[in-house]
């Protein structure tokens, strides 16, 4: 019972996990908290949805959401980041809280519109509902999609950033822009290459988790936008790795605090929990003031 | 003229209550703390206001003085802890502390009645009542503003290594600044509570934080009329075009977004910088229109 328990802890931790990713990488690049993030990922499971509705098979309206809600997260950076950074103001941090906000808002108004605030659900059948059972655990194809596509996501990311040029080109952003931009990086890509990396994340993270709930609407980045904030500051914000660690624990402590405490009780204890990592640990609890995205060349 | 007050009298009452708000977001802004706890702490003096009126039967003056001081004390536990994190850290610490409270709020229902809220509680609170607090509370800040310890404020949210060189306690100024930030969160959620018949944890969460930084971002985040202009656009925005009253928080993105990008400021704070340049322009006899191209070249 416990081992189930754990067990579905941990697909619900790698549910937050592909959504903290994205929020991680652009603070780590960035140092600047993206609140859009939620709406790019609710983005990526209407885009999703739509496809599916009018007739295309799963797998293209899939591939269509991750490359939109890439693009959509670009186009925030083009519209609400790009002019802060220009400025370089000192309020840096207070600014893109306050225009990622603005974002945020704009998405989830124009996905009210279009749903007339309905929640949608992918038509059944759009993924095959399969279970397995091993040593007396249940656990669903889709489950065990969601576990692939983390492990696959993480490792290409970490992959990306250390052996690649593009990834060592936004390590080199990461530390300062100015002395990448002397040696001849141009930041302008890097950050268009966050952008798009962080928001196909968060669509692959819509689409995966509008099919394992089954409900889509406009409000559902709000809880994954609040978890993402315990997960990163857990992890050491900017710490990739990190952050999927705190989703799998976050996850699997939800699951042992809703199962054994009384109801209603599990939101106050992670939030508590956060509230005294970030006093005592502030650089998360992986590890020292080291950001995983930042560091140095080999 | 009576009868047109009368007809927008609840949108000007809505006016008051995010002006309220907006100050107390300002008073913690002002020091350069990165507080968004005015939610958590409306909620704190909301709860405790009605609790007292409804289950103690405390006459009204009384429980919103206690809601006050019970969003006051809020600020100051909270500026404790607080002292060791700056900037996103703060942020998303105070954000924990606003989640928290709500999820109490849901979870202790013999007290606080969960999700349903408290019903039912009587109204003693008017227009008048409001304006007189408002009146209040703007003098307070006002006061604050032209003494040493606005001064102090200043200098910590312009660089706190120079404000503490020159004496700043940056420790004391913060938890006054949250202890003023809560006081005048805990007093606004009181009064709502009294005002609107009903309270429940949903009206406090982060659609709450979002609109009240909203008004302070449009606004301004160190003149005192800032949040007046900041209320004032957030209110009559919606009334103005009722068609895009349904489109509500897109209208509010898009203004944040383009304060934020145009007029970092804020409406109000950009005011007044223009027009003290434009006095000190005309007392040296040089026009406006040359010193700003001197400015920006």
């Known amino acids: 019972m416990i081992a189930q328990q754990l067990l579905n802890g941990l697909i619900s931790g790698a549910v937050y996990a592909l959504f903290a990713l994205g929020f991680t990488l652009i603070f780590g690049v960035q140092k600047v908290l993206n609140l859009a993030h939620g709406g790019v990922f609710m983005a990526g499971a209407f885009i999703a949805y739509y496809a599916v509705v009018i007739g295309l098979p799963f797998w293209v309206g899939f591939l269509l959401a991750v490359i939109a ?32 906000i603005g974002v945020d808002l704009i998405l989830i108004s124009l996905a009210q519109k279009l749903s007339n605030t309905k929640v949608l659900s992918f038509p059944f059948g759009t993924f095959p509902v399969e279970f397995f059972r091993f040593w007396g655990l249940r ?45 001849g990086v141009n930041s302008t890509a890097v950050y268009f290459q966050t952008f798009f990396i962080a928001g196909a994340m968060a669509g692959i993270a819509g689409v995966l988790i509008g099919l394992s709930f089954n409900s889509i609407h406009f409000l559902m980045g709000e809880p994954y936008m609040l978890r993402a904030f315990v997960v990163v500051v857990l992890g050491g914000l900017g710490n990739l790795p990190g952050a999927v660690f705190a989703s799998l624990l976050l ?48 | 003229m009576i009868d047109l007050f009368r007809s927008y009298q609840p949108v000007f009452d809505f006016f008051l209550f995010s002006l309220g708000l907006a100050y107390s977001q ?3 802004l002002r020091a350069g703390v990165f507080s968004v706890a005015t939610a958590g702490f409306s909620a704190l003096g909301a709860y405790a206001c009605a609790i007292l009126v409804k289950t103690y039967g405390a006459p009204p003056f009384l429980a919103i003085l206690i809601g006050a001081l019970v969003g006051g004390a809020a600020g100051w536990i909270l500026s404790a802890p607080l002292a060791r994190l ?14 928290v409270i709500i999820s109490l709020a849901l979870y202790a ?26 009146a209040a509370v703007m003098y307070v800040m006002h006061a604050i503003g032209r003494s040493g310890v606005g001064r102090s404020f200043d200098a910590l949210r312009q660089d706190e290594t120079v404000a503490a060189c020159l004496g700043v306690s940056i420790t004391r100024y913060h938890a006054l600044a949250f202890v003023i930030s809560g006081v005048i969160g805990g007093l606004f959620g009181a009064m709502q509570s009294l005002y609107a018949y009903n309270i429940e944890p949903g009206q406090f969460g982060f659609s ?46 898009v203004i944040l977004i383009g304060v934020i990008v145009f007029l970092p400021q804020g409406v109000g704070d950009a005011m007044i910088a223009y027009f003290r340049r434009r006095r000190d322009a005309a007392r040296r006899g040089v026009s406006v229109e040359k010193r700003s191209v001197v400015a920006s070249a």
């Open chain 2, 86 to 99: 700056r900037g996103v850290y703060q942020a998303i610490a105070t954000l924990a502390f606003g989640e």
């Open chain 1, 69 to 100: 809600s890439g693009l959509i997260a670009v186009l925030i950076d083009l519209i609400a980041f790009r002019p802060l950074r220009a400025r370089g103001h000192a309020n840096a941090e207070f600014a893109a809280i306050v225009a990622s």
């Open chain 1, 139 to 183: 656990i669903s194809l889709l489950q065990i999609t969601i576990l692939a596509t983390l492990a696959i996501l993480l490792l290409g990311l970490i992959y990306y950033l250390q052996r690649t040029t593009f990834g060592r080109q936004i390590r080199a952003v990461a530390i300062s822009e100015r002395a990448s931009a002397l040696l």
């Open chain 2, 208 to 253: 709450l934080m979002v609109s009240v930084l909203t008004a302070i971002v449009l606004g301004g985040r160190s003149s005192l009329i800032g949040p007046v202009f900041g209320a004032a656009i957030l209110t009559i925005l919606p009334e103005l075009a009722r068609p895009l009253a349904e489109y509500r928080p897109l209208v509010n993105g």
């Open chain 1, 251 to 298: 996850g699997m402590l939800q699951a042992m605090t809703v199962a054994y405490l009384p109801p209603g009780l599990s939101d106050t204890i992670i939030f508590a929990i956060l509230f005294i990592v970030l006093l005592f640990w502030p650089n998360g609890l992986f590890g020292g003031s080291r950001i995983s995205v930042g560091v140095g060349r080999q």
């Open chain 2, 26 to 28: 300002q008073a913690a």
């Open chain 2, 109 to 134: 229902e013999p007290v606080t009645g969960g999700a349903v809220g408290i019903n039912s509680i009587p109204k003693s609170i008017s227009t008048w009542h409001l304006l007189i607090v408002i």
